[in-house]
Every structure is written in C-alpha cells, then in structure tokens.
C-alpha cells in the first residue's frame, strides 16, 4: 500500500506496508507508477520517497519476487520515478536493501538517517539486477563502492554511504523534507532541464544529435521563460523569486 500527498508544492509518497517492511509487492509497485502520475498531476515541484515504519525498503516481496510478472512491474515503477521532470529526494530512514536500494537510486537525491544501510544482496540469492540500476549505482556512488555491493553483497551504513557519495546528505525524513521544500521554491524548468542534463550526460558514451538538440532547446527555453525576468526582478528588489514555470 502506497499513500501519496502534495502540500505546498512536495509531493509525499510514502511506502505504507510497515507489517513487511516496505517490501514491493506487484500491488505496491503498480501503486508506486500510480503516485508518481499523481504528484505530477498535482503540480509538485519536488517530491520526497519515503517508508513508514523503521525501513524505508527491505527490498522485493519474496512471495512474488519469483514470479513472471514482477520484474515487469517493479522496473516500470522505478522508472516512473525516475523519469518525473522534477527532483525526488529519498528519504532513506531505516534499511534500503535490494529493490528498496533499487528504489532510493530511481531518486535523484538521498537523505540518509543514522539507521539507514543500504544492500544489494543478489548474489546472496541467485538473483540479479538490470544494466540500468549497475549503471545507476555506479554513476551516483562510483566503481568501487558498486563493486563491493555488487561482488561481495557489503552493507553500506549511512556515514559510508554520504561519504561515499551514496547518499547526498545525512539526516531524518524531517531533513528530507525539508530539502524538497527549499527545491520546491527554485525555478522548475531550469531543474527539469538539470534534472535531464544530468541524467543524460552521466551515463557515459555517445549521446545522439537528437538528444543533444533536446537538451539545447529546453536550455534556450530557459533563457527565453518568463522565470528569467522574475529572478532579474527579485535580486533587484532584494525578495525571494516566485517562479512560475513559464
């Protein structure tokens, strides 16, 4: 079960199956694509993932993790997530140990509370993941670190992890928070376009002229929105701007 809210322009979805310590389940996937079209569709401008209870994400429902349908489902709802237009910040509070770990890297940002640890124990249980979540992992956290999740099934704890530049920063869902709030106020096409700029750039390799003349012309949009002259105006009178994304 998933419950999703959006106050003051953050979207809140929360994994809500405390009894199983927010393992993804087949259900809770499909709720998890389901929240992340309706944060959209409420305007937020930041969004924050969290788990109720003392883990964020113990990883798959081992009930269904064997069977056909839930690969299908847990890669189309972390992909629903990353491919939101604004940041998401994942507030990892407790465990975050294979899909849970999966999850906390489909958001952009991590927020690491001092019981977080973060797992990817396939190894361990002949199982693995996709090409997309190694790369993933590598991008934000290096090759070394994925390197010793991924051969030898180590456990990352929070100050490892924000050392190592697994989680942005240490602190409780309330920092989390409060993170998204302060992105929330920021311009949200710039961040849309930083948000795919980096995204792109970060995988490494040949990138297209196709996706090189997208990025250039969300990057003349900016130039061109009326945001612009709103940040002009608030700097000159000393205030802070209210970006409208347009």
């Not at 491919?83 to 940002?109: E, K, W, Y």
Request: charged share 20%; hydrophobic share 45%; with cysteine.
């Amino acid at each position: 079960m998933i419950t999703v809210s959006t106050t003051d322009g953050v979207g809140l979805i929360e994994l809500n199956r405390p009894e199983r310590r927010n393992a993804l389940d087949i259900a809770t996937c499909r709720e998890l694509v389901e929240a992340a079209a309706s944060v959209r569709a409420d305007g937020a401008r930041a969004v924050v993932v969290a788990g109720n209870g003392p883990a964020f994400c113990s990883g798959a429902d081992f009930g269904e993790v064997y069977g056909a349908d839930f690969l299908d489902a847990l890669y189309t709802a972390l992909h629903a997530v990353a491919d939101l237009p604004m940041p998401v910040v994942a507030a990892v509070t407790g465990p975050a140990i294979g899909a849970g770990l999966q999850l906390s890297l489909a958001c952009d940002l991590r927020v690491a509370a001092p019981e977080a640890v973060f797992g990817l124990p396939t190894a361990r249980l002949g199982l693995a993941v996709d090409p997309w979540t190694i790369e993933r992992l590598v991008q934000i956290a290096g090759g070394g670190t994925a390197r010793s999740l991924l051969l030898a099934c180590a456990t990352v704890d929070a100050p490892t992890a924000h050392a190592r530049g697994l989680a942005d920063t240490l602190g409780d869902r309330d920092a989390a928070v409060a993170l998204a709030t302060d992105i929330a106020t920021m311009a949200p096409l710039t961040l849309a376009y930083n948000k795919r700029a980096a995204n792109t750039y970060g995988r490494g390799g040949h990138t297209g002229d196709d996706v090189v003349g997208a990025l250039q012309e969300e990057f003349a949009a900016c130039w061109r929105a009326e945001d612009i002259a709103e940040g002009r105006a608030a700097r000159a009178e000393k205030r802070t701007p209210v970006f409208q994304g347009r």
